[in-house]
């Protein structure tokens, strides 16, 4: 994969940066066939990009807006992704987009797994654009080291595009979407910010094994011609 590292002096003009880049993807998809699809991660790194890109002035009404992967818990939690896009990225302008959560009460990750891969394949499939998250233990998404249900997450035999994950690292129990699914996107991100996060992207551009660092299995594709890199102290 050809790496394209964008490096900006502040993380405030990163977002705005990636923000506005972002818009114009959408934008060009709902110009070429009326509707787009964004898939974000959650955590504390998106904030600024979410409030950014909220202010957007596209036709979000036009906008599915998905999550890339999510803890198991209800949205009155802390934790929750999909509280995160609610409260940061789904207001102002971009309150007009359509939200699909992951999150089903009663039901385990597992348990709804299947259900949420059937309806997942049918609206994102390909994305518009995908943002990538990545932790100082070399996971993006919810692929893990150590989690018995990487190699489903990364190659599923039955075409899957949401599994359920649990891995020492990861809390609770998660969902995520699979590797092809996130590899469909037409504009596809690495956002990262930080010394910490710079120096753990280097020791997975080394060698070593891809389930020691599972972000690997993302910047070593050779099927597709482009990763973006977006990086900020």
Not at 60 to 69: E, H, I
Not at 116 to 123: G, Q, T
Not at 180 to 185: D, F, G, Q, R, V
Not at 207 to 219: C, H, K
């Amino acid at each position: 994969m050809d790496l394209r590292f964008h490096e900006y002096p502040t993380r405030e003009a990163l977002a705005e940066g990636l923000a506005t880049g972002l818009a114009a993807v959408l934008a060009t998809a709902i110009d070429a066939r009326g509707a787009a699809t964004l898939a974000v991660s959650g955590g504390s790194t998106p904030r600024l990009l979410f409030e950014r890109l909220s202010q957007a002035d596209i036709e979000w009404d036009r906008v599915c807006v998905l999550l890339v992967d999510e803890r198991w818990v209800d949205e009155d939690s802390d934790r929750s992704n999909a509280r995160l896009v609610r409260n940061g990225l789904l207001v102002g302008r971009a309150a007009k987009a359509r939200f699909e959560p992951f999150f089903i009460p009663g039901r385990t990750a597992a348990e709804a797994a299947p259900d949420l891969s059937d309806r997942f394949a049918v609206i994102a499939r390909p994305l518009d654009a995908a943002i990538l998250g990545m932790g100082n233990d070399g996971h993006t998404a919810s692929f893990f080291p150590g989690s018995e249900q990487l190699g489903a997450a990364l190659a599923p035999s039955d075409g899957a595009s949401v599994v359920a994950v649990e891995a020492p690292g990861a809390g609770e129990p998660r969902v995520t979407l699979t590797l092809p699914l996130l590899l469909s996107a037409h504009f596809l991100a690495l956002h990262i910010e930080g010394e910490d996060k710079r120096e753990t992207l280097g020791l997975a551009l080394a060698d070593g094994p891809l389930e020691e660092m599972p972000v690997r299995a993302v910047l070593r594709q050779e099927s597709r011609d482009d990763l973006q890199i977006f990086w900020a102290r």
